[in-house]
């Protein structure tokens, strides 16, 4: 049976039993039974509150009166003693029932009370963070988890310190300022960093008032988040950088082949018209011709077919895509040749190019970055060549290996114009050229130099106004 249920068969079977009890006893006791009536209002105000006591007062009122009229006791029912008995009833079973409904109430709000505890708690452990509550001159009142905060102060703040005390200057302040800046309502966020800078730690920490004034510092150590965004922020970075070189780099090849473009153009057209008069001939000749002059016309002409293919060869190597060139083994001897053809339209016409390549061992790297490289030293020492005969305009290129060095070297030198110090300090920064609007990027020299560099090699220049420019290669050579 149900608790509420048992105590409701309780007051009716102490109402009932009053009732009957008055029946037999109202003669011989008087006043008493009566009195005694008190007992079931107060068993209902203590069982049920102030309407079980008032349910109780109904129910002996009603059986009372109904046994004195069957007893013929008319008069009693209206009688100053009976009203007196009725107050009294009513007084026991309202303030009977009040005192229960108060105390009924204090319970549950002491139960209440246990279960925000026990839900805070556990809200509270379910936080990865640490918790102090102050008061707003610092001082401590509870901490949860402090020892997390080892690292970030110099003690844990435990009740009964100050933050002054366990604080490190520099996060005390940090600490004040937050603190000073709270306002009702409004919760003050921010992220402390601290420890050694070539490692630094990131606490997050917000300060939020509360209720009763106190404030509730939360601090939550964020330092993983923070490197680990870091990376990434910086390898998103690396990546578009490294997207950028690419294009950068096949731009200035393309703009390359368009300085070359003139003089690419004369070496194709020189030979393909020697191939068509060649072929013209043998077309025409008469059945008179010997046949080693045929044989000598013809061979004349594959000469020219070869030499169209060479430049176009050349051309598609310099200028094909950076990420089909994956390292392997490349002849130094074979990319200075093939950046020769490629600018010898557009050296030829201003200095004498002049090759003294030896026997070389392959390098490690990229056939078309190579070409790259010496397709731009070449024409950049061709345009700095000053307005004189060309006889006496000279670039020079030698390619050098000591057997059983580890290095091929290349140099190449012109006697051009030189460069002054001022120049000559940023001739390797992007976009810095001395060229006339349209001649030159400014790129060349600096992407010649990464090329170099992440070929295993480096890249050296010495010049000075008036003596030309003397620029040094040096690459790992392949054992």
């Known amino acids: 049976m149900a608790p509420r249920a048992a105590r409701l068969v309780l007051l009716t079977v102490l109402t009932a039993g009053y009732t009957a009890f008055f029946w037999f006893a109202s003669s011989s006791l008087g006043a008493m039974s009566g009195a005694l009536g008190l007992i079931p209002v107060a068993a209902g105000a203590y069982l049920f509150g102030v309407r079980g006591g008032l349910g109780a007062t109904a129910g002996v009122i009603i059986g009372t009166t109904l046994i004195r009229l069957q007893l ?9 003693q009976t009203l007196v008995g009725i107050l009294s009833l009513l007084v026991v079973a309202v303030g009977g029932g009040l005192v229960h409904d108060f105390a009924l109430k204090q319970i549950e709000r002491e139960h209440e009370a246990r279960r925000a505890q026990a839900d805070l708690a556990a809200l509270i452990d379910g936080i990865p963070d640490a918790i102090v509550r102050v008061t707003p001159a610092g001082v401590v009142i509870d901490s949860w988890r402090s020892a997390l905060l080892c690292d970030a102060f110099q003690r844990p703040p435990m009740p009964g310190a100050t933050l002054a005390q366990c604080a490190g200057p520099e996060m005390l302040a940090r600490l004040e300022a937050m603190i000073g800046t709270v306002r009702p309502t409004v919760t003050q966020t921010a992220v402390i960093i601290y420890g050694d800078p070539a490692g630094p730690c990131s606490l997050e920490t917000r300060v939020s008032p509360t209720s009763n004034g106190d404030l509730l510092l939360l601090f939550r150590d964020v330092t993983i988040e923070k490197r680990l965004g870091a990376r990434l922020v910086a390898a998103e970075r690396d990546k578009v950088m490294a997207e950028t070189q690419v294009q950068v780099g096949q731009s200035h090849r ?36 010997a046949a080693a002059e045929r044989r000598e016309v013809l061979d004349d002409a594959l000469a020219g077919v070869r030499r169209i293919g060479t430049i176009v ?26 950046a020769a053809n490629l600018a010898k339209g557009e050296v030829a016409s201003r200095a004498m190019l002049n090759l003294e390549l030896g026997d070389l061992p392959p390098v490690l790297g990229s056939d078309a970055r190579l070409g790259q490289v010496f397709v731009n030293l070449f024409v950049n020492a061709a345009q700095a060549m000053p307005d004189r005969p060309l006889a006496e305009n000279s670039i020079q290129v030698c390619a050098t290996w000591l057997a059983g060095a580890a290095s091929v070297i290349v140099v190449v030198e012109d006697n051009g114009v030189g460069m002054a110090p001022e120049v000559l300090a940023r001739m390797f920064d992007p976009f810095f050229t001395t060229k006339p609007v349209g001649i030159g990027t400014g790129l060349g020299l600096s992407i010649s130099r990464t090329i170099i560099e992440k070929m295993g090699g480096n890249l050296t220049v010495r010049s000075a106004p008036g003596q030309g420019t003397s620029i040094a290669i040096t690459l790992p050579a392949i054992a």
């Open 313 to 338: 060869r050349d051309m598609r190597a310099l200028s094909r895509e950076s990420s089909s060139d994956a390292p392997s083994p490349v002849s130094v001897q074979r990319s200075i040749q093939a």
């Open 254 to 289: 393309l703009a390359a082949l368009g300085t070359l473009a003139a003089g690419i153009a004369h070496e194709i057209n020189n030979p393909l018209t020697y191939v068509t008069s060649s072929l013209e001939f043998l077309a025409t000749a008469p059945d008179s011709v």
């Open 72 to 80: 013929g006791e008319a008069d009693q029912v209206q009688s100053a």
